[in-house]
T-cell receptor, first 112, second 113 residues
Framework: NAGVTQTPKFRVLKTGQSMTLLCAQD?????MYWYRQDPGMGLRLIHY???????AKGEVPDGYNVSRLKKQNFLLGLESAAPSQTSVYFC???????????FGPGTRLLVL | DQQVKQNSPSLSVQEGRISILNCDYT??????FLWYKKYPAEGPTFLIS?????DKNEDGRFTVFLNKSAKHLSLHIVPSQPGDSAVYFC????????????FGKGTKLTVNP
């Protein structure tokens, strides 16, 4: 039982490049989330999903897209990376309802 | 507008003493509150939670107090240990924790041996 895993752990992009961050969970959780953490800013919600095939916008969705084609996976895409998207990205999942969110180890992204 | 506020960016305490981390919120619809702990280069891990129907929840050395009238909660760690040194995030949600959490900016706790 690996919990929540994130791929890759670290990535450097040039401005304008695209990439996809992968989040996978093996706990059969319904809900999945993408956050970004910036210095002094705490965790801010980018997008989330309450079930397979569903997605919804969070607090800071601009510049990102997501897909939840399979229950266990939640993909975060950057179509044209910008330096402002340099951050640490965390994925989380929970069973649903009042369940606790479980976080992955994070992906550190640097956009030059 | 920041709905969850942790006004102390850092806190330093001696090993064995009490650590008190504070959190204020502005949204009166919040009814479920959580504390997460985060070590460097790791994801946040759940520590303790409290529902608005309670004013205290205890788990070992960790106790969370909720004062709904003041829209304030606090996390007490007794006794503090060096391994408690981490960033602590307060989070809140509406509807008993369903869907979204709103996080504070975090407080970095340092426990000195």
């Amino acid at each position: 039982n690996a919990g929540v895993t994130q791929t890759p752990k670290f990535r450097v992009l040039k401005t304008g490049q695209s990439m996809t961050l992968l989040c996978a969970q093996d706990m059969n959780h319904e809900y999945m989330y993408w956050y970004r953490q910036d210095p002094g800013m705490g965790l801010r919600l980018i997008h989330y999903s309450v079930g397979e095939g569903t997605t919804a916008k969070g607090e800071v969705p601009d510049g990102y897209n997501v897909s939840r084609l399979k229950k266990q996976n939640f993909l975060l895409g950057l179509e044209s990376a910008a330096p402002s998207q340099t951050s640490v990205y965390f994925c989380a999942s929970k069973v649903g309802g009042t369940g606790t969110q479980y976080f992955g180890p994070g992906t550190r992204l640097l956009v030059l | 507008d920041q709905q969850v506020k942790q006004n102390s960016p850092s806190l330093s305490v001696q090993e064995g003493r009490i650590s008190i981390l504070n959190c204020d919120y502005t949204n009166s619809m919040f009814d479920y509150f959580l504390w997460y702990k985060k070590y460097p280069a790791e994801g946040p891990t759940f520590l303790i939670s409290i529902s608005s129907i309670k004013d205290k929840n205890e788990d070992g050395r960790f106790t969370v107090f909720l004062n709904k009238s003041a829209k304030h909660l606090s996390l007490h760690i007794v006794p503090s240990q060096p391994g408690d040194s981490a960033v602590y995030f307060c989070a809140a949600s509406e509807q008993g924790g369903s869907e979204k959490l709103v996080f504070g900016k975090g407080t970095k706790l340092t426990v000195n041996p």
